[in-house]
């Protein structure tokens, strides 16, 4: 025990001594702790094969509705005067609906209520409207040595003054007029005269007949042209700005009845992914980005131009015009220096076994009438409810002999139009079943070359709704 109490004495002395150099150390100690807790810990072999993302990518990852839509490198918004996008959860002024909207029906619904600004001012002036198809969109007509014999190879008949007078005559005011540009340009995508005087002149016919009329670039969609993937990205803005600027300058006088559209049906041909879409696959991804940058290529394009383009309604449309890409949050309109002049355009044949495939079924019903209503709604709710107009640039029913249900079906799509205002423009080919064997696509409604309405029942459908 003296032993120990010797030692515990001892002890006793050393610690009262240094006391303070104990507990400055302690204190020392602690500091450092604190300080090496609040680092990052060191990376382990593994985790620095790949660079760390900084504290803005991290950010930048947890919002995914923004990310898919970003170019890699985004453009920054004008410092002077920046344009909000169009669609926007907190707009920067609150929406104003028309006062009368909830009252009008529509045999039996409600019309849903629609902003009150100049777009909408502008498209509720559209009643029917119909495809000029197959004419000037023919395209790779190689046995052909005429180039102005494309307007009729593959619907066997020129376009007539008779024909756009019977249209206006049955009810339509819009007229969609899509052409193909690839055959008639030369090595620098300089648009041949003939063909681009050509198509003038039935523009100007039907802006004279106070149409809408709309002209795009349609079967366009090829590698040497316009293809949207990031590999072909370069070549896809020099087709896109060189063709655009020779038609906006071409038409920038011309009335805001003529509407520009940027591509037809823009997806990645000859591949898996055609006629399919998913923001989770890469390839589409980059399929989604590169076609963000071709539709604010053509935006800048067009307004660069002046004139009556400054502020000219344009369409845009998603991948392969699906309406459920638009309708997704993750899709984002191209920043524009005018103020409500987009317009969303989306092609609905729905569903396609029914309005598509000639040898799929023949009825339409209750089914065939939800999904199609599904594709109105979440249309309206995306961007009509958000201040934003959107057009059907294509829609109809191949002729199977089965008239009376193709009547149903005009008739139900003509009713979502008007409670919905998303004007219509049916797909007319020119082609005809008179035998009512369902052997091809056959949407032909007036006859091209001499005016005659062949399907008056179907005309009727479509255009009676827009007589009320």
């Known amino acids: 025990m003296v032993k120990y109490t010797v030692f515990y004495k ?13 507990v400055l150390s302690v204190f020392v100690l602690a ?44 453009s920054p918004e004008p410092v002077e005067e920046p344009s909000p996008e169009p669609v926007s959860d907190e707009p920067d002024e609150p929406l104003t609906f028309i006062t009368d909207a909830g009252t009008t029906t529509i045999n039996g619904y409600t019309v849903k209520p629609i902003p009150d600004n100049s777009a909408f001012e502008y498209v509720t002036g559209m009643r029917a409207g119909i495809n000029l198809g197959n004419a000037f969109d023919a395209n790779d007509c190689d046995w052909l040595t005429d180039e102005m014999a494309y307007e009729s190879a593959w619907c066997r008949a020129r376009t007539t003054y ?35 005087d050509r198509v003038t002149e039935i523009v100007d016919y039907c802006l004279s007949k106070d149409m809408y009329v709309i002209i795009n670039v349609h079967h366009d969609v090829k590698k040497d042209y316009f293809y949207p993937d990031s590999a072909h990205l370069d070549n896809t803005l020099k087709y896109t700005e060189t063709v655009w600027q020779q038609l906006a300058e ?51 394009t067009v307004r660069a131009t002046g004139g009556n383009n400054a502020d000219r309604f344009l369409m845009v449309c998603g991948y392969c015009n ?19 002049r987009l317009i969303v355009t989306v092609h609905v044949y729905m569903p396609y076994t029914f309005a598509g495939d000639a040898t799929g079924t023949t009825h339409f019903g209750a089914g065939e009438e939800r999904e199609n ?33 193709r009547v149903a079906y005009y008739q139900y799509m003509g009713e979502c139009s008007a409670l919905y205002t998303i004007p219509l423009i049916v797909w007319d080919n020119n082609e005809f079943n008179n ?9 032909g409604l007036i006859d091209r070359a001499t005016g005659n309405v062949i399907e008056q029942e179907c005309i009727d459908a479509i255009t009676d709704v827009y007589k009320n």
Request: proline residues 6%.
């Open 10 to 22: 001892y002890a006793r002395w050393l610690i009262m001594k240094y006391k303070m150099l104990i």
């Open 31 to 74: 500091l450092a702790g604190c300080g090496k807790s609040q680092e990052d810990p060191a990376p382990s072999p593994a985790e620095t094969a790949e660079v760390q993302p900084s504290e803005d990518q991290t950010a930048d990852d947890q919002n995914a509705d923004t990310e898919e839509v970003q170019d890699e490198e985004p």
């Open 162 to 196: 008779t024909f756009i007078d019977s249209l206006c005559d049955e009810g339509f005011n819009v007229i969609r007029i899509p052409v193909s540009w690839h055959d008639h340009v030369d090595a620098d995508y300089q648009i041949s005269e003939p063909w681009l």
């Open 250 to 300: 071409h038409f920038k006088d011309r009335s805001n009845k003529l509407i520009f559209e940027c591509i037809n049906e823009p997806r990645l041909r000859d591949t898996s992914y055609e006629w399919w879409f998913s923001t989770v696959d890469d390839t589409v991804r980059d399929s989604y980005k590169a076609l963000a940058e071709a539709n604010q290529a053509f935006v800048d």
């Open 322 to 340: 699906m309406p459920s890409v638009v309708a997704s949050d993750d899709y984002q309109l191209p920043r524009d220096t005018a103020k409500d």
């Open 373 to 405: 209503k599904q594709v109105f709604s979440s249309l309206y709710d995306r961007f009509v409810a958000n201040g934003v107009p959107v057009i059907i640039g294509e829609y109809g029913a191949t002729d199977k002999g089965n008239d009376e249900d």
């Open 435 to 443: 035998s009512g064997t369902p052997q091809a696509e056959k949407f």
